[in-house]
Structure formats: C-alpha cells, structure tokens
C-alpha cells in the first residue's frame, strides 16, 4: 500500500519533468539523426549490413531545418538525387515543384522505379498534372516528409534498387 502511494504522489512530477523535455510540440527533436537502417536477425543482432554499403553510394545521415547531412557533407536547400548522383534543387516550396523542375526524369536511363518527393515537414497533395508528368516517365510517385523520404531513399538504394528522391528541406511547411 506504501509503495502505491508513492508512486501517486510521484506521478504528477514526473508528468511535468516529461513536459519539459519535450523540445518542441511536434515531439519530433530536430537535427536529429534519420533512423537506422540496423538489421537484426534474432542471433546475429550486432550484423549491420549499412557498414558494407560501398563508399560511393549515397547515403542520409541527419536533416535540418534548412538541408541535409549526406555521406557527412552538410548541403543547404533543396537535394534531387538520381541513384548516387547527388545535386543541388532549385525549389524551395512545394508549388515550386514542376514538371520543367523534374524534367532530368525524362532523359535518365534507366528510369528510376520511384520518385520519393520530400513535401518537407508533413505530406502534402501533389498537383495532378505534376502527378501524370511522373506517371509518363515511367515512375511512381511517393509523396512523404522529407524525413521519411530521405530514410526510404536509403533503405531502397542500399537494396540496390533504382530510386530518385527530390526532397525539399524539412523546414518547409507549405
């Protein structure tokens, strides 16, 4: 009965300290590292199969706000990466991105399976004629966060499979 009491008593603190730790409303820490792409097969849980990626593969390590951490070089703004082929984007918001902005979709061989668009802080509608533009280049259209666009882009690719990825930063809301 002691130990019930006490853990009563004790609740309403320990509420409060977790409402202080929270950084932000969203409760998603910001600059923080993307999700690891760790497997484990019950026995062999220490076997991390991102260690063996070769060197030249692209690979998101953390985002910010205003860019990200690939291969662990920082790159500010918008990233559009076609396998591992990396470049700078010119888009800052989402009505940004066109058909002329994806227009490299139209002569890459071999056409990347899928299009993983970062709408940056929450998904977002893509515009319909934006939509068929990626359908008649031959790829499907994924619509997420950036932050999950970017952690997606690293699973499929070190899967080896052909993905692009056009990612606004995280920071943009519309």
């Known amino acids: 009965m ?11 603190a320990l ?9 932000n409303p969203n409760h998603m820490p910001l600059n923080q ?3 690891s792409l760790r497997r484990a097969f019950s026995l062999y849980d220490q ?10 593969q692209l690979r998101f390590q953390q985002f910010t706000d205003t860019g990200f951490k690939v291969n662990g070089l920082h790159y500010e703004g918008s990233l559009l ?11 800052k918001k989402l009505s940004e991105v066109t058909s002329e902005s994806l227009s490299i979709f139209q002569t890459v061989r071999p ?11 929450y998904i977002q509608p893509v515009n319909p004629e934006l939509r068929a533009f990626i359908r008649s280049t031959g790829m499907k259209l994924e619509a997420v966060d950036s932050r999950n666009a970017a952690s997606t882009y690293n699973i ?10 056009a990612l606004l930063p995280y920071g943009v809301e519309s």
């Open 156 to 165: 499929l690719n070190e899967e080896g499979r052909i993905v692009a990825a």
């Open 81 to 91: 990466c076609v396998g591992n082929l990396l470049m700078s984007w010119h888009p």
């Open 47 to 56: 076997i991390n199969l991102i260690d063996n990626v070769p060197e030249d």
């Open 33 to 35: 590292p993307l999700p």
């Open 2 to 12: 002691a130990v019930r009491q006490k853990a009563v008593a004790t609740l309403p």
């Open 15 to 23: 509420m409060r300290a977790m409402r202080k730790g929270t950084p």
């Open 111 to 121: 056409v990347p399976e899928i299009l993983l668009l970062g709408c940056g802080r």
